[in-house]
């Protein structure tokens, strides 16, 4: 047996250890963390399956072009409305000479790179019909626009924007169109690109700051103690930095595609996840620092009691997640994968680093806590390891309003259980209100971008150009038949073969004899809205139709009929993931509290919880926000969250009432239960909706309706469903909450059980 002060060296030098392995992994996480956005892909057509119509379509559709073009539409009007003059036409002509020597945005020196390098045609100029507004059109090789600079951060497509946007602004004698009186944006495919990365550009830095801010404001509401917050604080920072080295790492050899939302959602839900964690952890430190002397069997039991509901939690949210896998989408699956390391990375830093940083002052841990140190209740409290049924206190006095909270539940339980569940109802009746069935390009971004403004202009001034036109690919006997089919379909514009003397300039009808390849040919159409929009999205449906019905082996693709092939597959991962989900959620916690009605009813009351969140968000996106709809993974999302994460707090309560349960019965373990942990409880939830809300800060409608959904929904099982909800419910139904476990038939000789 060690003596003493060789116990006391092992575990000093245990501490170091696990310390300096953490701050090894800060060192090399913290790295990889700020190049994550390097390797990001945003391009919704590398999310779609090899099986989408719109995939085969383009894989088609290249064979009839030299290389795959991504467009930049320079769109410039005078800005009150009158006519470009000679002058204006001449500074745009100059301008659209200077574009392929102008250096990439960014670049200094001699570094390479210009416009040039990408670019697959000399810009063009094109005046609208009108006379009111031109075009120049910068034709970017979209393989190239897709590759990387190096290290460096943005993508080809984005500095090449920049440059468009930078020479606009240049003086005249560069080539620029400063001094010209020019209103000028760069839109199309490129510009939409670029103000995308743009917008995903505050996830590296501005979100995590807010994030970490807004969670130790609360942390320090929650201690009021200066050392506690930095130390928990710490713990999420190196389980961030962990996460994102292993994701970094995985992306970068093609294991897993990580988007910019993905990868916001990543930084979040680490926080919050090591914050809730380690919230747990302290307050079960903290309760056994009452009843024993040393801070190292204190910080033991803790642990030991806190690993099973943290591990349950951690391993229900991985698993609900992990069901993302079955998505059609790689931007979905991908997203499983990823949120699972994260929750991974975080239970793994509340229960090594975090203790490790508690026992740093040995015996003086209990310091960490001022100005509210948790005294020793003296020689006769319970010291043992386990404690018999005399030893423990069944009432719920001293815990502040969790004790009437507990005494309320404990004395009107059915009316309060019937109740919040019929509040929770009403909410979420509105839930088929939700408008989730996609949105546009231009619709995506909740503040003012220069792409949507030009794309404005193209839509008001160029009627019949499309920047990327809906591709038809047929059999060559079927062309006739496909372009008829195709120009009579609601909301077409023009349809056109493609020839082997392609047009000149956007609009304009190309010469020449339709172009065969390999026994097919290829017909662009273009749509009256734009082909960003949700218009053009329902125009490919019925061209669709049309073509099908004329030419069944055709294919019909382009970036319109991406956007509606993904929405496609949205739909069809919401109806096939959610009931996966609810099964293994159901599962883990059959396993976790041996019983089969209490984790019905915890499903049950959580996916009722998510309806009325989803139900209060279709009200709110409508008639307070304003928003135009939503995308299908929205529901999906918020689904996968709110389930697996509402969950989280029903384990953590119902594994301290079963704890209770067994040593004073079920009716007074749940108010025992709920008044002990009403406080960290909650304090976890405020912090996880805070975190989720700062997804807010990124101007995106994606983003935006996740951190509403989210954040509301995690109050709402925080404050209703588990403070009042399942406690109610469970102490009402008593024993039987634990059937058929022994637990149930060993509780009937307790008293008011």
Request: charged fraction near 15%; aromatic fraction near 4%.
């Amino acid at each position: 047996m060690l003596s003493k002060r060789t116990g006391g060296f092992l575990r000093g030098l245990i501490i170091v250890a696990v310390i300096g392995v953490w701050m090894g992994i800060g060192a090399l996480g913290g790295q990889a963390q700020g190049r994550l956005s390097t390797v990001q892909t945003n391009d919704a057509a590398a999310f779609l399956p090899a099986s989408a119509e719109s995939t085969r379509a383009a894989e088609l559709a290249q064979d009839f072009v030299d290389s795959e073009a991504l467009p930049a539409l320079v769109v410039a009007t005078t800005g009150d409305g009158s006519a470009l003059d000679p002058d204006d036409l001449a500074a745009l002509e100059a301008y659209a000479a200077a574009v392929p020597d102008a250096p990439l945005a960014g670049t200094e020196g001699d570094e390479p790179g210009t416009v040039g390098d990408v670019s697959v045609a000399d810009p063009v100029v094109v005046p609208s019909e009108d006379g009111e507004a031109a075009l120049v059109v910068v034709s970017l090789d979209a393989a190239v626009a897709s590759d990387r600079v190096g290290a460096e951060e943005d993508s080809i497509s984005e500095l090449a924007v920049g440059a468009l946007r930078d020479l606009a602004a240049a003086d005249g004698a560069d080539g620029g169109l400063a001094g010209s009186g020019l209103d000028v944006s760069v839109t199309g495919p490129a510009g939409f690109v670029a103000d995308l990365v743009t917008a995903f550009g505050g996830i590296d830095t501005v979100l995590l700051l807010v994030a970490l801010g807004a969670v130790l404001v609360i942390l320090a509401v929650v201690y009021r103690s200066p050392v506690l917050p930095f130390l928990v604080i710490l713990t999420a920072v190196l389980a961030l930095t962990l996460a994102g080295l292993v994701v970094y790492h995985l992306a970068a050899n093609d294991v897993l595609t990580l988007n910019g939302q993905s990868q916001g959602i990543l930084s979040i839900l680490v926080v919050g996840a090591a914050v809730d964690y380690s919230l747990l952890v302290v307050a079960r430190y903290r309760e056994e620092l009452r009843t024993v002397r040393s801070t190292v069997t204190a910080l033991r039991r803790a642990v030991r009691a806190s690993v099973e509901p943290v591990a349950a939690s951690a391993g229900t949210v991985i698993a609900g997640l992990l069901c993302l896998l079955l998505s059609d989408l790689s931007s979905n699956r991908s997203l499983g994968p990823v949120a699972a390391i994260g929750i991974a990375a975080a239970f793994v830093a509340a229960l090594t680093l975090l203790p490790a940083l508690l026992l740093v002052a040995g015996q003086r841990s209990r310091a960490l806590f001022w100005p509210r140190m948790p005294r020793f209740a003296g020689d006769h409290a319970v010291e043992a390891e386990a404690a018999t049924e005399s030893d423990v206190r069944v009432d719920v006095e001293g815990h502040g309003v969790w004790s009437r909270v507990a005494s309320f539940v404990g004395r009107h339980d059915r009316r309060v259980w019937v109740v919040t569940a019929v509040v929770l109802a009403a909410c979420a009746a509105f839930v088929p209100t939700l408008d989730a069935d996609g949105t546009g390009d231009s619709e995506v971004f909740l503040t003012q971008v220069d792409s949507v403004d030009g794309e404005e202009v193209l839509t008001e001034h160029f009627e019949g150009v499309s920047a990327q036109p809906v591709t038809v690919v047929a059999p060559e006997e079927d062309l006739q038949a496909v372009v008829d089919a195709t120009a009579a379909a609601d909301g077409v514009a023009a349809a056109a073969p493609v020839t082997d003397q392609p047009a000149a300039a956007p609009g304009a009808p190309a010469q020449g004899d339709p172009l065969v390849v390999d026994g097919r040919v290829r017909v662009d159409v273009t749509t009256d809205a734009p082909s960003d929009s949700q218009e053009a999205v329902e125009t490919v449906s019925a061209v669709r139709d049309a073509v099908h019905d004329v030419s069944p082996e055709a294919l019909v693709g382009g970036a319109a009929a991406e956007r509606l092939d993904t929405q496609l597959a949205g739909q069809r991962d919401l109806r096939v993931i959610v009931p996966v989900v609810l099964a293994v959620i159901l599962v883990i916690l059959v396993l976790l509290l041996r019983s089969v009605l209490a984790p019905v009813l915890l499903v049950a009351a959580n996916v009722l919880s998510f309806g009325a969140a989803l139900g209060v968000g279709a009200l709110v996106f409508e008639h307070v926000l304003g928003f135009p709809g939503a995308d299908p993974a929205v529901p999906l999302y918020a689904f996968c969250f709110l389930v697996a994460l509402g969950v989280d707090y029903s384990i953590f309560l119902m594994t301290r009432v079963r704890e209770e349960s067994l040593r004073v019965g079920t009716r007074r373990g749940v108010l025992r239960a709920l008044a002990v942990t009403g406080s960290v409880i909650t304090s976890a939830g405020v912090v996880l909706a805070t975190t989720f809300a700062a997804l807010g800060i990124i101007p995106l409608l994606f983003l935006a309706q996740i951190a509403f959904l989210v954040a509301f929904g995690v109050l709402l099982d925080t404050l209703v469903v588990r403070s009042l909800l399942v406690p109610a419910l469970v102490h009402d139904v008593g024993r039987r909450s634990w059937w058929p476990s022994a637990l149930g038939r060993a509780d009937r000789g307790r008293a008011a059980a």
